[in-house]
């Protein structure tokens, strides 16, 4: 072999990847990573969590993490045909625990809501992994069922049944923030796979009318409506965690008060190193910070629809959805954390994916990007095929 030939090869096995993708996960991991243990120190040293360690939520969130990456490892070795056969499957098995974390003396409640199973390691929140379960599920079923997409008895209504079974799941518990996201998911699918725009639009509708119904029927909702509309006007009450925020953010400025410098996780910002991260972020790394992680995501969400519309053109129809799920999943759920954080968006409680603490949000978004680089990588291989 020539030293020429030898010289190409590893450029050949580095087009095996996308590079841009991984390093875009990687860095949001470790900015996640930096930020949890920043934003969590003065919580944990308060010992209300049964240790008085500063280091009590970054050594969970890093075995969380550990976790995480071996799972999606794993999971990017199995093809996408594999896990379209399973689809149906992991969907019940989700719905199945579900049921099972609103079982009293079995699903772990916190703050009123019922929505982690405890584990040994750690604990499982069964919507989170039902997100991904749902990008699958929707994916499958929209493939299977392509030739009746324009059909309301055969292609909508059970589709319909289902999305409104897996609601009333997650708002039992309650999971509103949760069920948004997976509304957000099954309709995208349905879009993208080619449903009649007349039922999209009456799907449309209905979940529309389904959620204003759920806030005025619930008088914790309607508080967050009142509260996200003027935080100012009771900042000690509805509009607390808001107005907060807005100090956060107006504190860090163009480029922060510095790593750990951050005032307002001192006690003052509920859930500081979870839903609300990104006003820390925004704290102690300014708006350069800030725009640096929604560059991050934007990249992410791009990279899954041009990797859905290439699978697509190779008829790859089932990688193509998956990933274009998981790109409406990302980004819409990024969006809505977002937008909650800077008063665009009523209070909701939705992590940051990939930044957030919380050990099952981790694994559900650490696998959903080890399918988006399986996809990626099939198609390569589909396209090298094609010339060879």
């Known amino acids: 072999m020539s030293f020429a030939q030898t010289a190409k090869r590893p450029a050949v096995a580095a087009r095996e990847f996308d590079d841009s993708l991984v390093w875009v996960g990687v860095l949001l991991l470790g900015i996640g990573t930096v930020m949890v243990y920043s934003a969590s120190i003065a919580i944990a040293e308060a010992g209300r969590f049964g240790s008085a360690q500063p280091t009590?939520?970054?050594?969970?969130?890093?075995?969380a993490l550990t976790i995480s990456v071996a799972a999606a490892v794993c999971m990017f070795q199995v093809p996408l045909r594999l896990w379209q056969q399973a689809a149906p499957y992991l969907f019940l098995f989700g719905a199945a625990l579900l049921v099972l974390v609103l079982i009293p003396g079995i699903g772990r409640e916190v703050n009123g809501s019922r929505r982690w199973l405890p584990l040994v390691v750690m604990n499982l929140q069964p919507s989170e992994l039902m997100k991904l379960f749902v990008v699958l599920y929707a994916a499958d079923y929209t493939?299977?069922?392509?030739?009746?997409?324009?059909?309301?008895r055969k292609g909508f209504l059970p589709m319909l049944a289902v999305m409104l079974f897996v609601g009333a799941l997650l708002l039992r518990e309650p999971d509103f923030g949760a069920f948004a996201v997976i509304a957000c998911i099954a309709m995208g699918v349905l879009f993208l796979g080619g449903m009649n725009w007349r039922l999209f639009f009456g799907l449309f509708v209905l979940l529309a009318i389904g959620f204003v119904v759920v806030i005025l029927t619930s008088p914790y909702r309607m508080q967050?409506?009142?509260?996200?509309?003027?935080?100012?006007?009771?900042?000690?009450?509805?509009?607390?965690?808001?107005?907060?925020?807005?100090?956060?953010?107006?504190?860090?400025?163009?480029?922060?008060v510095g790593l750990g410098a951050s005032v307002e996780k001192l006690f003052y910002l509920p859930e500081a190193h979870t839903d609300f991260l990104l006003a820390v972020i925004g704290e102690e790394l300014g708006f350069v910070g800030v725009s640096v992680v929604i560059l991050l995501f934007a990249w992410l969400t791009a990279r899954a629809f041009a990797?859905?519309?290439?699978?697509?053109?190779?008829?790859?129809?089932?990688?193509?959805?998956v990933s274009q799920a998981i790109g409406i999943w990302l980004g819409?759920?990024?969006?809505?954390?977002?937008?909650?954080?800077?008063g665009l968006l009523p209070t909701k409680g939705l992590t940051l994916p990939f930044l957030s603490f919380g050990g099952s949000g981790l694994l559900a978004n650490c696998c959903a990007l080890a399918l988006l680089l399986r996809a990626d990588w099939e198609n390569r291989q589909l396209m090298r095929g094609r010339v060879a």
């Open 56 to 63: 009590y939520f970054l050594i969970r969130h890093c075995f």
């Open 143 to 152: 493939v299977r069922k392509a030739a009746w997409m324009h059909s309301l």
């Open 224 to 256: 967050r409506i009142l509260g996200f509309m003027d935080p100012w006007a009771d900042p000690f009450g509805k509009g607390y965690q808001l107005s907060h925020a807005l100090i956060a953010f107006g504190r860090g400025e163009w480029l922060g």
């Open 332 to 342: 819409a759920q990024t969006v809505i954390n977002m937008g909650v954080n800077m």
């Open 307 to 321: 990797i859905g519309a290439q699978a697509a053109k190779l008829e790859r129809y089932f990688n193509a959805l």
